[in-house]
Structures are given as structure tokens and as C-alpha cells.
């Protein structure tokens, strides 16, 4: 029988490029860093659209305040000096406007004035963009945190050595994508300006409403008011004023009590449109404004993120 001898092969070794097994592992360890932070990340957003609730009240209880006030402007609608203003505006060659100039001047200092109610929604987003910030500023310090105390992820992320470091990086990579998407400078949600958003989130809102109200973005922006920039919700403040001494004129007979019924109604009704809008005339509030620019932020942070964090070479 003949012996078959077989010749016993050596192992084959397969050796593997230094540079690419290091680009891998780097790969890995950015994976790594990025499951530890991405549930913070969630958290942020939700911290972000909670707080539009707690800004968005703000506004409601301006004008629940200012309800308060308005048995005291029905007063002065009823009493003899506005009877006075409203006999001598009959009188042949007399003042017209003046009654109605009376009504409008009393509700400004009784109820509250276009500036006030200008300042009320303008406050408001302002304390909105403000609360963004902390959150992305507490949201940063945690992240940085969390991978400092993970060597295996701090040594691929060289950003993480000082906070200002990685918040500058940030703020960075946020405004590059901000300018390559052609942001609108007014509502730069790259840079969150607050008083810049604020005013152009109070001016939207404020021209959306006024052409609920059946005013129309033409007249808004050449009325004698000014440009758009002047306008806003203060605006609105004057349309409804005018709207309340129309009604008041025609109801002047009426008893205090139901004018004073009649103004809260009509408060009440603005109230929600200024903060929720009208789906049914596609009219957007404030809560809808805030909820837009919560969610333009989320996409700018999340992409800036994960470009610190996953892309190599970018925290370079």
C-alpha cells in the first residue's frame, strides 16, 4: 500500500496596515462617543420645546393681567367725560375723531399700549433664545464630561481639552453650516442672536395676525407707521384697539357690565391668536414660531455634533 504523504502548508498571515487599523479604531472609539452622547443630545430637544410652553405663558398671563383692568376702562368709556368727547363730536364743524381719539388713548393706559404688548411677545421669544442657549451651553459641558472620562474617546477628540476650546468649535462648525445653507441673517439660527430673532419671530407673528384681523400685508408695509422692522405685534395692538372703539360706539347704550363682557371676549380671542395661531386661516402664533426655530437649531446642532464627533479629522 502506497503511502500517501501530504506537506503541511504554514499558516498564512495576514498583516494589516498600521494606518488603517488606526483609522479604524479611531472610527470605533467616535461610534463609541457617539452612542454616550446622543441620548443627552434628545434630552436637549425636549428641554427646548418644553421650555416654548413655559415663554408662550408668559404672553398668556399678560393678558390674563390686563383683563383685570378692563371693568376700570369700561368705566371710562361710560363715563360723562367720554359722553362729553362723543356730544361735541356731533356738533357741526367739531373734532370727529375726538371721541374716538379718547376711547383709543384710555384703553392704551388702562388696558395696555402697543409697545406693551410689543414688548410682552418680544420678551418672551427673547427669554425663548435665551433658554436655548443654556441648554446648549449645559448640553456641552455634559457631552465634554461624559468623554473626558473616557480615554479611549478623548484621545481622538483633541477639542475636549478645554471647554472654551470645545465650545468655540461649536459655535464654528454651527455658523459655517448656517452660512452654507444662506440663513436669513434676521433669523440666523446659526449665530441665535436674541434680539434679532425676537424681533423677527414678533414681526411675523404681528403680520400674521393683523391679516387675520383682515389687514393686509400691503398696508403693513407702507402704512404710516414705517417699515416692517416698526411693526409687529405692537401693530396688532392698535388694529384691535380700533376694532374695540368700533364696536364700543355702536354699543353705547349698552350696560358696563356688557361691554366689559364684550372686551374680554375680544381679549381672550387675541390672546390665542397671538400665541397659537389659526390653523383654519393658516395663521401661525408665537408657539409656532418658537416650534420652527427649535426645530431649525435641533437640525444645526445635531449636524455640528456629529461632525465634531464622528467625522475624523475634524476636531483637528
Not at 371710562?76 to 367739531?94: Q, T, Y
Not at 433664545?129 to 481622538?156: S, T
Not at 424681533?199 to 393683523?210: L, S, Y
Not at 411693526?231 to 356688557?258: C, H, M, N, R
Amino acid at each position: 500500500m502506497r503511502q500517501i504523504l501530504t506537506k503541511t502548508r504554514a499558516p498564512v498571515v495576514t498583516t494589516v496596515d498600521p494606518a488603517t487599523k488606526q483609522k479604524h479604531d479611531e472610527e470605533e472609539r467616535r461610534k463609541i462617543a457617539w452612542k454616550i452622547v446622543a441620548p443627552r443630545i434628545e434630552i436637549a430637544q425636549e428641554e427646548a420645546l418644553k421650555a416654548i410652553d413655559t415663554r408662550t405663558q408668559e404672553v398668556g398671563d399678560f393678558f390674563a393681567e390686563r383683563q383685570k383692568r378692563v371693568p376700570a376702562y369700561a368705566e371710562r368709556v361710560l363715563s360723562f367725560r367720554s359722553k362729553w368727547e362723543l356730544g361735541k363730536s356731533k356738533i357741526p364743524g367739531a373734532d370727529k375723531d375726538a371721541h374716538t381719539r379718547f376711547l383709543r388713548e384710555e384703553f392704551s393706559k388702562i388696558v395696555f399700549s402697543q409697545a406693551e404688548l410689543g414688548q410682552a411677545v418680544t420678551g418672551a421669544a427673547e427669554d425663548y433664545v435665551r433658554d436655548v442657549q443654556a441648554i446648549e451651553n449645559a448640553l456641552l459641558v455634559n457631552i465634554r464630561a461624559d468623554l473626558k472620562d473616557m480615554p479611549e474617546c478623548a484621545a481622538v477628540l483633541p477639542d475636549l481639552k478645554t471647554e472654551a476650546l470645545f465650545h468655540d468649535r461649536f459655535a464654528r462648525i454651527v455658523a459655517g453650516f448656517s452660512e452654507k445653507a444662506g440663513t436669513d441673517v434676521k433669523v440666523d439660527v446659526g449665530r441665535i442672536v436674541g434680539s434679532e430673532i425676537a424681533t423677527a419671530i414678533t414681526i411675523r407673528v404681528g403680520i400674521a395676525v393683523a391679516e387675520n384681523l383682515g389687514v393686509s400685508s400691503v398696508i403693513l408695509g407702507t402704512g404710516t407707521a414705517g417699515s416692517l422692522e416698526t411693526l409687529g405685534v405692537s401693530f396688532v395692538a392698535g388694529i384691535i384697539v380700533d376694532q374695540i372703539v368700533g364696536w364700543i360706539i355702536g354699543w353705547y347704550d349698552k350696560p358696563e357690565v356688557e361691554i366689559s363682557k364684550k372686551l374680554s371676549a375680544e381679549l381672550d380671542e387675541l390672546s390665542t391668536l397671538i400665541v397659537s395661531g389659526d390653523e383654519k386661516n393658516k395663521t401661525r402664533g408665537l408657539k409656532q414660531e418658537l416650534e420652527a426655530l427649535a426645530e431649525r437649531r435641533k437640525l444645526l446642532r445635531d449636524d455640528a455634533l456629529r461632525e465634531m464627533i464622528l467625522q475624523p479629522g475634524a476636531s483637528q
